[in-house]
């Protein structure tokens, strides 16, 4: 396993790392809140049953979680749109297509994290949802929940093919072209694990998100600490883990303006004790005695009715 310290020059392809030690701290209890497309598009065998061909999303309303901040336009203090092309440089501007060629069939966040995230979205994605995914890969870590359409949007064709979780796949590099083919008001839910932090066009692909979503649909953002830091944007390097969850609440704020409601930010980081172990679950019991594992943040946002 790669230490938390792995230097950058180091880095291993096949994982990401992570980033230095947050400086300042994370999302504590402030509020109680309880052209990039290719022909490799296709469809598989839709394994949901057929899409509602609903024109509003079902009912996502923001849940209350005891570790959130909710962010309202004031939490930010430009009026417009603030990043610079210097914020969203990457040490390496060479084209992504490149650096995804080859398949990664591996997980970027560990199992508690994972755990996490899959047990949010049994509590936030309603059976029948369609769900656009995207940066997908050869995992969504959906629940075990009957959905209606779910559609990867990813940079390896073969990492999508091997999604289980998906009824069919779009190969799209949304640094290059970050329009999506689809129409608008499509989906219940949009759908980003791990990805946010590489994309360089953040504005035009969450405009397009919320063009995609139905009336009170969500996007869910979700990351850890870890990256391929060579591939990030600048400014998530030079952030702690507070900073970068307000760095995704703004990309809602700003894009478009006054287009999203009920922005929040929750650590959803498994926290000792949240899980049980049987007498024989040695993993389990194993990793009590090692300090916690990756953290987890969401940041999400319902689009205006």
Known sequence: ALSRMTSFALLPLLAPTHIAPARGPTVQNIHQLGSGFTAASRYLQHRTGASSGRGRALTMAAKDFTRAVRFQPSSFEASS??????????????????????????????????????????ETLPEGADLLDLCSSWISHLPDKQFGRVVGVGMN?????????????????????????????SFDAVLNVVSVDYLSRPREVFAEMHRVLRPGGQAIMSFSNRCFPTKVVRMWLDADDAKRQKIVASYFNYSPLNGWKDIMAIDISPTKG????TPFDIKAILSSFVPGGDPMFVVRANKVA
């Open 81 to 122: 749109w603030p990043y610079s092309e210097s914020d969203l440089k990457r040490m390496d501007e060479s084209p992504d297509i490149y650096f995804y060629s080859e398949p990664r069939f591996v997980t970027h966040i560990d199992d508690g994290a994972i755990k996490a995230l899959t047990a949010y979205y049994d």
């Open 157 to 185: 064709a073969r990492e999508l093919e091997a999604n289980q979780a998906l009824t069919e796949f779009v190969q799209a590099d949304l640094n290059s072209d970050p329009r999506l083919p689809f129409k608008d008001e």
């Open 274 to 277: 949240g899980t049980s172990a």
